[in-house]
């Protein structure tokens, strides 16, 4: 049996074997307690079409796909290196001319009219939502959490905790809580904004400062752990916080400088804009933050901070400086998110939520602020998409499931993300031929 | 004596009253926190990593033993050697598929990553994917809300300490808990498993270099610390019921109760979790039960600022 495993083939075929059972799996029938097997059952005799041609059971579907990854997985190994030659070739000349300052900027410029236009181009009423609620505002959050995990290294698994404090400063400040408004007044959103990033922020370095000093995965479990404890408390304090029901009294923004009046409704198109426009900020506030002499810190902190230590460089300052900029960011989007749907509820701070902006940091590229525009762009409008659209037998909860397996695949074949920070490419292949401190895991074929 | 003295001397009035109750249901609480800890603590031991997907084992244990209990209990509750019977069977059957899933989870999640000697925050990342994947898998599979397990024995008080009635489920997890963290202690302090696990927790090169074979050990390891978490999913399973949420809290106690004791020390870990338990069971009297998660953070907090290493301090390598 260990002879016929150790044949590479056999064990690329096995893979793809029990690679496409599992996502027959994922994408099957759902189960309950009380029929535990009819999942099972179903993932594999459930009726299935092979691609419109016949019909059939859907196990003979994954089987042949499974046959189909097994040539494409062994020939790319030989032929992959030559495949890969010919895109770089061809990908060359476009590639050449965005690293020129006009090239770039035509970039930006085409980038944003697209932006702009959107809205006019996709007039779908779920769709324009969505542009919102799902996708502006995960890519703030993304950029946020990229701060976090991308620049600095740290994994921060409570995001939404920032987020939740963010949005119920919003709730308290303009007077839409059970607990009286600060002075007495209630408050325009706009007023929010920065009392929330201050909180937000005040709340990240009580948090960070103690954790941040011990090992990277202890900053994992406690921002897990505090994630839950504040929603615990949103649930409980219901003098303060409504309780479980929250609220939904929150007013939407509005402006009122001199003679310019003007209030943010419930069509989101005005939202999108607004948020476009704090996208844009932020875009530009991080961009210049990773190239600053605290984006280096970051860098030299994440390669060996042992060496960057002996520079003369605080790693806790830093790191608790990144772990505070990636919770104002959140609390920042808890803002926008409250005022756009006026109600909050404890109930919708969920881990789920932390870990789906994580799911867009990595996919699109850890520190690659493109890949993780990108990677937010393109899951939202995925999920959204199977939202909109369930293929058959597709619940909304299965998401969940693929972001998961989506962590696992890309932290196996593909860690620097879709599009990958050049820094952080070059980090992962030096930290796996063993150079810097990065690596503190054993790795099994020590000499 | 202020408003304060009077909350606090109310309040330990009714600590002296069910101080025995509380103690003995927390210790009881606080063995299955053991039980998972030690799981943490030998994974960190060998490869300095948390074991995020921990939470979704002791949740694949607490499924295996639901199952068991469902096919073989019948409509009367068993008792006398048939509930002996169907206890230990179903604390086998939640090890063996605990351990079962923690191979898995090593071979799948973690395996390619050393292979290619990927940065730690890879194998987070990697763990938490597992984690996730697992605890939506289950959902999918067996359902989203919580489901109660066919009882395997009839549960009432069977004797008094100092008044307090002590209820069979504590009888049946103190005794569980107690045989499995003595043959634990015994394995890795005398077999050639638990030496070659602490050769390899104290320096993998050298160990690897007397022959050690470190893949298989780290294998064996979550195989050890799978099972034990596998069972004590099944007993929780016993009392609280099963879901596919049941792991986090429990994990994330137990993680809190490895570090209470020193992570990467395994008795650090046992008493780690005794403490925890007691300690939130105690705290019920001056917190409201909603907040026993927080008490239980605030002491991972707690801990982590004053005495990052725990009580036993680590002891790697010197695992027992």
Do not use: C
Not at chain 1, 59 to 76: E, R
Not at chain 1, 85 to 97: D, F, I, M, Q, T
Not at chain 1, 178 to 186: E, L, N, R, V
């Amino acid at each position: 049996m260990k002879r016929i495993f150790a044949n590479v083939h056999v064990k690329r075929l096995f893979s793809a074997f029990a690679a496409l059972a599992v996502l027959e799996l994922m994408t099957g029938p759902p189960g309950s307690a009380l029929s535990p097997t009819a999942g099972f059952t179903g993932s594999f005799r459930e009726a299935a079409s092979f691609f419109g041609l016949f019909r059939t059971q859907r196990w003979v579907v994954f089987f042949f796909l499974a046959l189909v990854i097994f040539a494409v997985w062994s020939t790319w190994l030989t032929w992959g290196e030559r495949v890969r030659g010919v895109a770089v070739k061809a990908l060359s000349v476009p590639r050449a001319a965005t690293h020129t300052r006009p090239g770039r900027w035509g970039i930006y410029v085409a980038l944003l009219a697209l932006a702009l236009l959107l809205p006019h181009l996709i007039t779908d009423p779920f769709w324009q939502a969505a542009m919102v609620e799902q996708i502006s505002v995960y890519v703030l959050l993304a950029l946020g959490l990229n701060v976090v995990v991308g620049f600095a290294g740290l994994l921060d698994l409570g995001f939404v905790a920032f987020y939740a404090i963010g949005a119920y400063t919003t709730a308290w400040v303009t007077g839409a809580l059970p607990t009286a408004a600060p002075f007495g007044i209630h408050f325009n959103n706009f007023y929010a904004i920065p009392i929330a990033i201050a909180l937000a922020m005040g709340a990240g370095i009580i948090l960070g400062a103690p954790t941040l000093r011990l090992r990277g995965d202890y900053l994992a479990i406690v921002t897990l752990g505090f994630g839950e404890i504040i929603t615990i408390f949103a649930n409980n304090l219901y003098g303060i916080t409504g309780g479980s029901q929250g609220t939904n009294t929150i007013p939407h923004f509005s402006l009122h400088v001199g003679p310019i009046k003007y209030l943010w409704g419930l069509t989101p198109v005005p939202y999108y804009y607004l948020t476009i426009v704090f996208v844009i900020l932020f875009l530009i506030g991080f961009k210049l933050l990773e190239h600053s002499r605290v984006g280096r810190a970051w860098t030299a902190i994440r390669e060996d901070e042992v060496a960057a230590e002996s520079v003369g460089i605080n790693p806790l300052k830093y790191k608790v400086m990144a772990f505070a900029i990636g919770a104002s960011t959140a609390g920042f989007a808890g803002v926008v998110t409250a005022s756009q749907s006026n109600t909050i509820f404890p109930s919708s701070f969920t881990l789920q939520f932390s870990i789906n902006i994580l799911v867009l940091v990595i996919f699109g590229g850890m520190g690659s602020i493109t890949g993780v525009v990108l990677g937010a762009i393109v899951i939202q409008t995925g999920s959204m998409y199977l939202l909109h659209t369930p293929p058959s037998g597709y619940q909304p909860q299965d998401l969940y499931i693929y972001l998961g397996a989506l962590l696992v695949v890309m932290m196996i074949f593909r860690p620097a993300g879709l599009v990958p920070s050049r820094r952080r490419h070059r980090e992962i292949g030096l930290a796996e031929k063993g150079e810097g401190h990065m690596n503190e895991v054993l790795t099994g074929d020590t000499p | 004596m202020g408003a304060f003295g009077h909350y606090l001397t109310g309040h330990f009035a009714t600590l002296r009253l069910e101080f025995w109750a509380l103690f003995i249901g927390g210790l009881a609480n606080g063995v299955l926190y053991g039980m998972v800890a030690v799981g943490y603590t030998l994974v960190y031991g060998v490869l300095r990593l948390i074991n995020f997907a921990h939470s979704e084992i002791f949740m694949s244990g607490g499924f295996a033993g639901y199952f068991v209990m469902k096919a073989l209990v019948g409509t009367a509750v068993p008792s006398g050697m048939a509930s002996v019977g169907l206890i230990v069977l179903g604390t086998l059957v939640g090890g063996f598929v605990g351990a079962f899933m923690a191979t898995l989870v090593e071979r799948v999640a973690y395996r390619p990553l050393r292979r290619r000697h990927a940065p730690a925050l890879a194998y987070l990342i990697s763990a938490i994917g597992a984690s996730y994947f697992l605890y939506n898998m289950a959902g999918k599979e067996f359902g989203r809300v919580p489901i109660s397990m066919p009882q395997p024995y009839i549960n009432h008080p069977i004797v008094h300490i100092f008044g307090a009635p002590v209820q069979m489920y504590y009888v049946i997890i103190l005794l569980a808990g107690a045989v499995m963290f003595l043959a634990l202690d015994r394995i890795v302090a005398k077999t050639k498993l638990g030496r070659s696990i602490r050769a390899v927790a104290q320096d993998a090169e050298t160990a690897s270099l007397m022959g050690v074979n470190i893949d298989r050990t780290i294998v064996l390891t979550f195989i050890v610390g799978g099972a034990l978490g596998g069972a004590a999913g099944f007993l929780f399973g016993m009392g609280t019921g099963v879901s596919n949420t049941m792991g986090f809290v429990p994990a994330l106690k137990a993680f809190t109760a490895a570090v209470l004791g020193g992570i990467g020390n395994l008795r650090g870990a046992m008493i780690g979790g005794f403490l925890l338990g007691v300690v939130e069971s105690l705290s019920v009297v001056f917190v409201q039960a909603a907040y026993m998660d927080v008490v239980a953070f605030g002491i991972l907090v707690a801990v982590l600022l004053f005495r990052p290493t725990g009580i036993l301090g680590e002891r790697l390598g010197r695992a027992a």
